[in-house]
Every structure is written in structure tokens, then in C-alpha cells.
């Protein structure tokens, strides 16, 4: 996969981060009743279980980022399209949750960082593959 596409993937992933730990700090969890039920999953202590639900999500996307992306797997590519709009659509949830409430909504702020480097890596992609899911 081109360096320009594992740039933005690394990116991507960045945002995610400090988009996770903006979430964390403003307790995403006791306000988005996903989130609750997310945390809820690994942990009956909220707080804990948002880390390990978040930990896990960065954690697979480094493993995307270093083994299919890094070493060019046919996969690569939908894996990549699959995190830009995941990460797309999640920029946008936050940003409506917070038009609807006519305030801040816990991840707002980083907000325009996933859907910069989404799209910042869907042009990648683009550029790579004339927009197929697939390399071939």
C-alpha cells in the first residue's frame, strides 16, 4: 500500500486516540447509552470498561495499520475504506448530538479531526484505486 495511505491510516488513528480520551474525560459513557452499554461489557465499573473498549479499538486498528495495510494484504484496502467511514460516521454522530443539544457533547471537539483524517485518507484511497474496495 502506498506510504501516503498508511500515513493517513496512522493519522486516522491518532485522532481516534485523542478523540478516545477526550471521550474519557468528559464520561461519554454516563451520557450515550451505547457507550454505557460498550463499557458495560468489560467492566461493571464504567470508567474501566470505556479504557478497555477503547484500548481494544485502538489496538485493532494498529494491528490493521501494521499487518494487512503495512504488508499490502488484498484486504488492506477495505479495511481502510471500512475505518474511514467508521470513523466518518462517528465524527458526524457527535457533531449532531452536540447541534441537537445546542451545547457540548462529550468528543465534539475532536470531532473534525476523524473526519479530516477519514477523508484525508479516503482521497488516499481514491488517488490508489480509482475508489474500488479492492486493490484488484
Known amino acids: 500500500m502506498m506510504r501516503r495511505t498508511r500515513v493517513a491510516f496512522a493519522l486516522l488513528l491518532a485522532a481516534q486516540a485523542a478523540h478516545s480520551a ?3 474525560v468528559a464520561k ?3 451520557v450515550f447509552p451505547p457507550a454505557h452499554f460498550v ?6 465499573d464504567l470508567r474501566a470498561g470505556f479504557v478497555v473498549a477503547n484500548v481494544l ?7 490493521c495499520w501494521a499487518i494487512p495495510i503495512g504488508r499490502g494484504w488484498p484486504s488492506a484496502v477495505a479495511l481502510s475504506w471500512f475505518w474511514a467511514a467508521l470513523e466518518i460516521v462517528n465524527g458526524m454522530v457527535h457533531s449532531i448530538l452536540a447541534v441537537a443539544r445546542v451545547g457540548y457533547f462529550p468528543g465534539v471537539l475532536t470531532a473534525p479531526l476523524l473526519i479530516a483524517s477519514a477523508a484525508w485518507l479516503s482521497m488516499s484511497l481514491v488517488a490508489r484505486t480509482g475508489g474500488r ?4
Open 133 to 136: 474496495v479492492s486493490a484488484t
Open 28 to 30: 461519554l459513557y454516563d
Open 39 to 44: 463499557s458495560s461489557l468489560f467492566s461493571d
Open 57 to 63: 479499538l485502538i489496538a485493532v486498528g494498529v494491528w
Open 22 to 24: 477526550e471521550e474519557y
